[in-house]
């Protein structure tokens, strides 16, 4: 009974030797949290008239370049759109230059397609720039954006900012038969 004892313990203490380097040596390789993507976003004491849009970026790290989708869907517009206004937080330095702006009809993507610019929609594109920092992309289609089936898209080839962060864009459109522009929504971009 002492044998077996002995020869238990002795197996136990090689096991333990063994063993706890390894936990000790594995844990740091499987610590990366850098790479967590989160899937779920909380806001506190949310406003009721805050509208979240959908969006996609091709790229999220600094000053890489990129292309990034503010996306209009069917469920986003109630009517046919004259013009669009696209407020820039004063935080994302970027330069912005007409050419690298452009309104599409746009297949947005999934697990099986990329998100893709279908059509360009011709438009008349003024970027305000104003010493107070406040900058905004106004949008004039040629025809108006119609409140069809279909997603449009504000596509926006930039450089990534300097600095990481959240950014908040808004957008503002005149509806067909109104006056002035009215809120449509609200996107976060992250830049890591």
Same mark, same amino acid.
């Given at each position: ?34 790479? =967590?993507?989160?899937? @779920?976003?909380?806001?506190? $004491?949310?406003?009721? =008239? ?16 990129? *292309? ?9 517009? *109630? #009517?046919? @759109?004259?013009?669009? /206004?696209? !407020?820039?937080?004063? *935080?994302?330095?970027? *330069?912005?230059?007409? %050419? ?8 947005? +993507? ?9 059509? %360009?929609?011709? #438009?008349?594109?003024?970027? /305000?720039? $104003? $010493?107070?920092?406040?900058? !905004? ?9 119609? !409140? /069809?089936?279909? !997603?449009? =898209? ?5 450089? /990534? ?23 449509? +929504? ?5 830049? $890591?």
């Amino acid at each position: 009974m002492l044998k077996k004892t002995k020869k238990f313990a002795l197996n136990f203490k090689i096991l333990r030797f063994l063993l706890i380097p390894t936990i000790l040596v594995s844990v740091p390789l499987l610590n990366n949290f850098q790479d =967590a993507k989160a899937g @779920l976003e909380f806001q506190w $004491d949310q406003d009721p =008239a805050y509208r979240r849009l959908k969006w996609f970026q091709k790229e999220n790290k600094r000053r890489l370049r990129n *292309t990034i989708y503010f996306f209009f869907r069917p469920s986003d517009r *109630t #009517a046919d @759109l004259l013009k669009i /206004n696209l !407020s820039i937080p004063e *935080t994302f330095k970027v *330069t912005l230059k007409k %050419e690298k702006v452009s309104l599409c009809k746009v297949r947005i +993507g999934g697990f099986q397609s990329r998100t893709k610019c279908l059509e %360009e929609i011709p #438009a008349d594109i003024e970027i /305000n720039t $104003d $010493d107070s920092s406040l900058r !905004s992309i106004v949008i004039y289609p040629y025809k108006p954006v119609p !409140s /069809n089936k279909d !997603s449009y =898209a504000i596509a926006l080839n930039v450089f /990534n900012p300097k600095r990481s962060g959240l950014y908040q864009f808004h957008s503002y459109g005149q509806s067909k038969g109104k006056s002035v522009s009215s809120y449509l +929504g609200s996107w976060t971009i992250v830049i $890591d």
